[in-house]
């Protein structure tokens, strides 16, 4: 070789040795995977790469999004200044001067239709820190009722069923490193293989030590090839499904009747409840074989311990808290909780999907999993908030309600952080329209989403690369997502940009914080003596243990592993059984003439929701750059559909056009679309905008619609 050419790889070498890297989490789902960013210099040339570090939930795995996450982080498309509309255009404007026209604008509305008439809706993609001080922002700067969140949309069935049976709400009642002990696991509504890739070898371990895994899913899934048993239900029947299950067990004697009686209430109006029902009817209804469902009961009758496990397939349904009240039901039936691998886990969806449910976003919450309409929980954080009790408002409503009464004109002004609505709730026209009429409408985000697109005034949020802060995963390990890459431009953090807002509305003494650290110490104080007490943890603490399980009350806590060994958290210290109706009071939507086929939604693995992001994101668009349309190719054949197709699918509030996908591993009844894309192909605009009456959770994922090849209409 040439004495040249050695130089040029001497310096080529030098030059790729400069080498920074940033520490962070995935900015995606609720494993919380912890993962380095590493910026490399070529010359003038960057070059990224994220890679997975070790942490005692994903022990140092990614999938495919983590990996590719920085893609839209660092993408030409991020917003870098506040921008304001002038004539149907955005403009750049500064933040003194964005700020000034917020105080102006909500100043007026307020004036003119009362405190009442701004809504904030915020995000469970938000680090603890930001969702406490939204909560916080919304009773004491702008004095409105009106604050929900994303988390109503994914959360609020497990967390109403949870709150009613157990007393309290963390989604997994075990650690994860059980689950590889359990000898029968039920894994009902949930994708994980597609939704949490790197949780799938805790289940895989369990099959490895012999476990036999139920699926219950309308869709073959990877997550269900995993089964030893296949329960391949009729979309929206899980309740019944689950009465099915406890007559097998009550009628076969296989109940723990010591456990029972010492551990809850309500087992003898369940028992009569179900003596009550038919298997056959219930087989009918399921489209689940009765002897099916015996070898599933007493296949987790039988074993020592048993796990179950629930995701939105169960519980985005109007009678989704009741479900999952349910499959409660069996637990406790069978004394598989409070035990080595026997529990119940609701496997939280987004990144901060715990803890932005439990320190004040939701309507009707303050910090901690306190009550807004308790005395003594007002009285408590009032106190740490510095502010009279009578000042704090009163519940508000859920999600798709304030979206409703922004159609009705009640609501008029809007503060949105982290979501993007238009596409992630149901009846998308409707949404859209409503949002339409506001008056002021300010969103929060990294991108010019489809709903940030009709915003007045958008401001740039800093990204999971930039903004550090805690996120609570879906075992209840409060983690500290360090993060110090440069946010671009002029962006801010979320929580930087709340105590702004708050200071331009005069209210900067309640917003008073140069760090998240500094919150999360308000927020350590304020949950103190709640369900979800915070208090014991600390920064220091976190980044010494790689995490801590709530709850921990006090700085010498180790912090809480297993849920429920001795006592349940409702006041008499047990567990509350109920007795669940086959099918909801209000009906769900059936095939009929005009509609004949279930419809229903959720993901797959390369897109993270509404899209906005991973779509920027190149490696995993290409994957999947069109939405489509799942269909049993018998099903297809009678609707004239070709495998590949564009297809036009219809229901009772609107229509859109997918890709038609020939699978033999779905129903014949059902058709599955993800919600990932935005538009003409956004599934939402054919959801039905039914709310279960319990939680407000919408009922994603049962409507019912009619299809046909794109061609016909021509
Ligand atoms: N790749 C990817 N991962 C994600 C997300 C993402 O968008 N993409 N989102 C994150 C978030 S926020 C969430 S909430 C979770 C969601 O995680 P999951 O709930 O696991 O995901 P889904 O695909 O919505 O639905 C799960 C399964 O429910 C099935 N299902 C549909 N209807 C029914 C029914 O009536 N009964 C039963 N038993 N099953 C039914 C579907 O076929 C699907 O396989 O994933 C998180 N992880
Ligand atoms: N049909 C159907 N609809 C569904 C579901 C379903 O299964 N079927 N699932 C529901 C579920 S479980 C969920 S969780 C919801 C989610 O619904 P959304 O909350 O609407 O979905 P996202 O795509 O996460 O929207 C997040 C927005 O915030 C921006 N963003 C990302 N990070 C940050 C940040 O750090 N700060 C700020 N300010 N902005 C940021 C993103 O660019 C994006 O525009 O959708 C629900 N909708
Ligand atoms: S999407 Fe979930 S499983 Fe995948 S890397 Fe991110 S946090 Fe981990
Ligand atoms: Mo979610």
Redesign the pocket.
Known sequence: MTEMLLKYFRDKQQQVQSKKVYDTQCP???MQCKMQLIEQTVITRKKYTTIGKDNPTSHGRL?M?GMNAHQHALHKDRITQPLLKVNGEFTPITWDKALEIIKKNFSAIQLENGHDALAVYGS?SITNEEAYLLGKFARVALQTKHIDYNGRL??SAAASAASQTFGMDRGLTNSLSEIPNAECIIL?????A????TMLPYFEEAKENGAFIIV????E?D??KMADLHLK??????AA?ANGLLKVIMEKGYTDERFIKERATGFEEVEEHISSLSLKEISELTGVSIRQIQRAATIFAEKKTGMIFT???????TDGSLAVRNLLNILISTGKIGKPSCGYGA????GN?QGAREHGQKADQLPGYRSIENEEHREHIARVWGVDKEQLPRKGVSAYEMIERMEKGEITGLFLMCSNPIVSNPNANFVKEALKKLKFFVAVDLFISETAELADLVLPAASYLEDEGTMTNLEGRVTLREASYPAPGEAKRDWQIICEVAHALGKGEYFNFSSAEEIFNELRAASRGGAADYYGITYERIREEGGVLWPCPTSNHKGTERLFERTFAHPDGKAKMVAVPNSPLIPKEQPCERFPLYL??????????TGVQ?RKSAALAARNFESFMEIHPAAAQKFGIQDQELVEVTSKRGSIIVRCRWSAAIRQD?I?I???WADSQNVNRLVSEELDPHCKMPG???STVNIRPLMALR
């Open positions: 995606y789902c609720s999938c999004k469970a994914c959360m009902a509504g949930t994708n994980i597609a939704c949490q890739p219950i899913d309308p869709r899934t997550t269900a239900i009729k979309p929206g029947t899980d499904l995701a939105r397939g169960v519980e985005q349904q496997i939280t969806g987004q999907g229903t939604t959720g993901r797959v693995t390369s897109h993270y929701l991973t059902t599955f993800p919600f990932h994603f994922k049962v």
